[in-house]
Structure formats: C-alpha cells, structure tokens
Nanobody, 110 residues
Framework: VQLQASGGGLVQAGGSLRLSCAAS????????TSWHRQAPGKQRELVAT???????TYADSVKGRFAISRDNAKNTVYLQMNTLKPEDTAVYYC?????WGQGTLVTVSS
C-alpha cells in the first residue's frame, strides 16, 4: 500500500491550495483518513480527519479555512486549504492508518 501526497507549493498569504493523497494497493473507501502537518522545529500536529461515515473534524487553527474530502472512485483524499496564513507553512502528511504518505511542503509567504 502506498499513499502519494501532492499539491504543495509556494503561495502568498490569503491564497489557496488543494492537497491530494492518492492511495494505491488497496481500496480505502470507508477508511478513516487524516491530514497532519509538521512545521520546522515543531511537533507533528493533526489538521483534519474524515471518518468512514463522512464526518469531519478540524484543528481549531484551520476551522473555517480547510476542508477534507474524499473521492472514492479515485481512491484519493483531498485537503482544500483557503485563506492561507504564514503559520500554515509546514510539511503536510496524509494518513490512512497504519499508512503514511511521504509529505508535501506548503510554504505561505507574507
């Protein structure tokens, strides 16, 4: 099983990015999934979760700005990030337990 994260990049504050996490090797249509991030010098933190039934949770710092979703036909999980802030700069990781993606870097300039 592999999780391939993509979509990171450099964006100005206030901009948007959409991260993708494509799963291969198995089907994860109803598996709980999550996005995490790790900023330089900080611990990895949970950003958003999506349960098998479709319910979502978000870290307080991203509520109202980020949205996690899934396309079962593509076996892909997304993280739509809007109104980005410099403090959102981090490497973002997707996870479908017990698997982790390799991370994609998001840099938000002020």
């Amino acid at each position: 099983v592999q999780l391939q994260a993509s979509g990171g990049g450099l964006v100005q504050a206030g901009g948007s990015l959409r991260l993708s996490c494509a799963a291969s090797g198995s089907t994860f249509s109803f598996a709980p999934t999550s996005w995490h991030r790790q900023a330089p010098g900080k611990q990895r933190e949970l950003v958003a979760t999506l349960s098998g039934s479709g319910s979502t949770t978000y870290a307080d710092s991203v509520k109202g700005r980020f949205a996690i979703s899934r396309d079962n036909a593509k076996n892909t999980v997304y993280l739509q990030m809007n109104t980005l802030k410099p403090e959102d700069t981090a490497v973002y990781y997707c996870s479908i337990p017990p698997y982790w993606g390799q991370g994609t870097l998001v840099t938000v300039s002020s």
